[in-house]
């Protein structure tokens, strides 16, 4: 029984090790997408230009907690620091705590992965993909516009919503396959 406590432990710590690389991973995907397309299409998109027609433009069930053009971690990292402090942050903390966010997310996430999925084959495809589809999912499409952190999905282009769900697919896979190499180099 404590083998077993040890091993979820362990894999918790080298799952949050292998956010480290899921997240530099989807840092990558960003910037090979923007070098091919020459353009970025997370700051393509203005959401001022998209008027709230569909009945899915706005599903959140507590009202909006975003800026226009604030992104999810950055209305996270602000909301806390108006909580804590009682005041607004500057635009280079806001930016800090953005980057915190998606970081703890991100290890968290894997974390949580690498105490679930233990040990598995190196290149864990089947987790890898699972990890990144279902933070995408549940935490991009779903749970972010529902607490009003963004637009609901049908405010948002297609091509935003697929080129996020292949950040996230190289996040969980690269995530999933350092989360099982640290498995087997670590006794």
Do not use: C
């Not at 299409?41 to 975003?66: A, I």
């Not at 995408?136 to 769900?165: F, N, R």
């Amino acid at each position: 029984m404590a083998s077993n406590e040890r091993n979820h432990w362990k894999g918790l710590v080298l799952g949050a090790i292998g956010g480290i690389a899921g997240i530099l991973t989807m840092r990558a995907y960003w910037q090979q997408v923007k070098q091919m397309t020459g353009r970025d299409p997370r700051k393509d998109f203005d959401e001022s230009d998209v008027p709230d027609t569909d009945v899915l433009d706005s599903v959140s069930l507590v009202g909006q907690h975003y800026k226009q053009g604030e992104s999810t971690t950055a209305a996270l990292g602000r909301i806390a620091y108006q909580q804590i402090t009682g005041k607004e942050p500057g635009q280079e903390t806001q930016t800090l705590l953005s980057y915190l966010i998606h970081w703890l997310i991100g290890m968290g996430s894997s974390g949580a992965y690498g105490a679930a999925r233990t040990q598995s084959g190196v290149l864990d495809i089947t987790g890898g993909a699972a990890l990144g589809t279902a933070l995408w999912l549940l935490g991009d499409e779903m749970a972010m516009p529902l607490v009003g952190l963004a637009k609901g999905p049908t405010a948002y282009p297609p091509e935003l919503h697929l080129h996020s769900w292949g950040a996230h697919i190289a996040y969980g896979l690269a995530s999933a396959a350092t989360t099982q190499l640290l498995y087997r180099l670590v006794p």
